[in-house]
């Protein structure tokens, strides 16, 4: 990132009674980037957005928006002074104000008939022409969460912050509302931080994807290097299903069943586990695209069950190993029959199809066992 951060936050640590739930966050949003803070529940996503907004005390650390200092201990700027819109999980639309009334909240100090030019226009840019008199209750949810980006975006804010937006909407809807809302703020080059935990949808919306875990930062980066060159273990199995075994670092590698990975730093005699994407496994005979690196391993395997996804076939299959060459062929790997594969397209065996299944090596990851905590 390049040039002043439109959003930063430096050395910020939070704890409710005691309990940290924030250690040491550091993170810089450039103007106009959209940033996700992706994870599980209760890692401290939505206390960074609290404290962003002032709608918590900053107990250590400093943040800046658009050049500004507004939180140090004991000096934090009041939510109406720090330039932020809040898009919330339950939309927080007010009841006793129309939609007019909503979405304008925030332009209370500008000239009427400018006022009712830019409510109307937000309106218009949220597909909701000719709501302008409705209620909060007659709008679908969908609707209701348009109004409410319209609203945080209404007053132009130096920075969006987003909790769980789409999390209340089905999944037809969220993917709709989410499209719309990422075109809005990537028009308005608005910063935005945008709090979700699912990895799917931090992929869509994001540049970058800040991964947390237990109130730290576990990676950053683009979306593409989150997911295929993740930084740990935790991250490789928040990002996406894998398959997983435990093997031994080797003089010649790391042993799987489908032949030895890459050495990559880790001494021989390391206890490692190796995490294998659905995707990286290649079934002879389906339509799956072209591989750059060569695929490694060609076992048979047999069919258990196959289920159509959609956009993808999801294949379980039984690994078929020699037995009478399983220790040299594993090399120190845990036996692991039962496989997930992910096919794009229809591809549906019946079960107990034979196939032969290799690996493509570029989605394996091999992480040294962590020490008992």
Not at 103 to 122: E, H, N, Q, W
Not at 171 to 187: F, G, I, M, N, P
Not at 279 to 295: C, R, Y
Not at 346 to 359: D, I, K
């Amino acid at each position: 990132m390049t040039g002043p951060a439109g959003l930063e936050l430096t050395d910020i640590h939070h704890a409710y009674d005691g309990t940290p739930v924030v250690r040491d966050f550091a993170l810089a949003v450039a103007p106009g980037e959209v940033v996700c803070l992706l994870g599980p529940s209760g890692c401290g996503k939505t206390t960074i957005l609290r404290l962003v907004a002032g709608l918590e005390p900053l107990q250590r650390g400093r943040i800046v928006i658009a050049g500004r200092v507004v939180g140090t201990p004991g000096r934090d700027l009041p939510p109406e002074a720090r330039g932020v819109g809040f898009v919330f999980q339950d939309m927080a639309l007010f009841p006793h104000l129309d939609i007019a009334g909503n979405v304008g909240f925030g332009l209370r100090k500008t000239a009427a008939g400018d006022k009712r030019a830019r409510i109307d226009a937000m309106l218009s840019r949220v597909h909701l022409d000719g709501y302008v008199h409705a209620w909060p209750h007659q709008l679908s949810g969908g609707q209701q969460q348009r109004v409410a980006l319209a609203r945080a975006l209404a007053p132009s804010p130096r920075a969006i912050l987003l909790d769980e937006p789409f999390s209340g909407l089905d999944t037809r809807l969220r993917s709709a509302v989410r499209d719309e809302a990422l075109h809005l703020l990537k028009s308005d080059k608005v910063t935005a931080l945008v709090v979700t935990h699912d990895p799917e949808e931090a992929m869509f919306m994001a540049d970058r994807i800040a991964v947390m875990r237990a109130g730290r930062i576990e990676q950053v980066g683009a979306p593409a290097d989150i997911y295929t060159q993740p930084a740990s273990e935790f991250v490789a199995e928040f990002m996406g299903e894998v398959n997983r075994i435990d093997s031994v670092v080797r003089d010649v590698g790391v042993p799987t069943p489908f032949g030895p990975l890459p050495l990559n730093g880790h001494a021989p005699g390391t206890a490692v586990h190796v995490l294998i994407r659905p995707e990286a496994l290649k079934v002879a005979g389906a339509e799956q695209g072209i591989v750059a690196a060569a695929p490694i391993g060609a076992l048979p395997a047999r069919v258990l069950a196959s289920r159509l996804l959609g956009r993808t076939s999801w294949v379980h299959v039984c690994l078929q190993t020699d037995p009478t060459h399983r220790h040299d062929s594993l090399g120190g790997a845990e036996e692991h029959s039962h496989w997930h594969v992910r096919v794009p397209g229809q591809f549906l065996p019946a079960e107990g199809t034979e196939l032969r299944v290799s690996l493509d090596p570029r989605q394996a990851f091999v992480f040294p066992v962590a020490a008992p905590t």
